[in-house]
């Protein structure tokens, strides 16, 4: 079923990624981590859909969404990045792999964030407190941290920031690999939440399923 969706206010999170917020639809539900399809509705881009993950809460009156633009490239999400108040999009039912399994390690790289965002959101709201989850966040650059301050604030969650492609004395220049895990994972019994570019989830799958994280332990989905 295909879903008209009107444009409330769109604001920046960083240079790059915007804050969408749209009219929820009459009984339209969704879980967190759960993602649709998005198509403008306009002449020439109704047919050129993109996966974007719901980053509000089931239980609020609008629907929210943290979208990267590519500006280089004329495609939809250029697009996006220049919707006004108003303006219309499609989308259809919602869906996704990531799902809440409880505390434990949450792995991103880049706009991998963003089925993060509303589970950890929902869970600080239900319980007050994140204890006994950790988030890792991989970005490029200090300005490509999505909701930086959001996550530091978070009661309880154990947030690790880290860039790999500049020096800063603020964080470590550091990719997540296994040398990294092992530097700052205590517990491998925990669900395991990986999202990010396709070669950083395969590589992290492999390397956490050789420290003997398997089945529904592991959650991942490419960004």
Same mark, same amino acid.
């Given at each position: @079923? ?17 804050? $969408? &917020? /749209? %009219? ?13 399809? @998005?198509?403008? %509705?306009?002449? !020439? ?11 509000? *809460?089931?239980?609020?009156?609008? $629907? ?9 490239? %004329? ?13 219309? &999009? ?35 709201? #239900?319980?007050?407190? $994140? !204890?006994?989850? @950790? *988030? ?6 200090? #300005? ?7 996550? *530091? ?9 880290? &860039?790999? %492609?500049?020096?800063?004395?603020? $964080? ?7 040398? /990294? ?12 939440? &990986?999202?990010?570019?396709?070669? @950083?989830?395969?590589?992290?799958? #492999? ?17």
């Amino acid at each position: @079923m295909t879903h008209r969706l009107t444009l409330r206010r769109i604001e920046p999170v960083t240079h790059d990624v915007n804050r $969408l &917020v /749209f %009219d929820r639809p009459d009984g339209y539900d969704f879980t967190p981590g759960q993602a649709t399809l @998005m198509r403008l %509705d306009r002449d !020439g881009w109704r047919d050129e859909e993109r996966p974007f993950t719901f980053t509000s *809460l089931p239980g609020e009156d609008r $629907l929210e969404f943290i979208i990267k633009s590519y500006p280089s490239h %004329d495609g939809v999400t250029a697009r996006i990045g220049a919707l006004e108040p108003g303006d219309q &999009v499609l989308i259809g039912e919602p869906w996704g792999a990531i799902e809440d399994r409880g505390p434990g390690c949450f792995i991103a790289g880049g706009a991998g964030i963003t089925p993060f965002i509303a589970i950890l959101r929902a869970r600080a709201a #239900r319980e007050g407190d $994140l !204890g006994g989850s @950790m *988030l890792i966040f991989a970005n490029k650059a200090e #300005r490509d941290i999505i909701l930086r301050q959001e996550w *530091l604030s978070l009661p309880g969650l154990n947030t690790i920031l880290t &860039v790999t %492609d500049e020096a800063t004395d603020a $964080l470590p220049n550091r990719r997540v690999d296994g040398d /990294f895990l092992d530097e700052v994972v205590a517990d491998w019994t925990q669900p395991f939440y &990986v999202c990010g570019p396709p070669p @950083m989830v395969e590589d992290l799958t #492999r390397t956490l399923e050789a420290r003997g994280v398997t089945g529904r332990q592991l959650v991942t989905e490419e960004a």
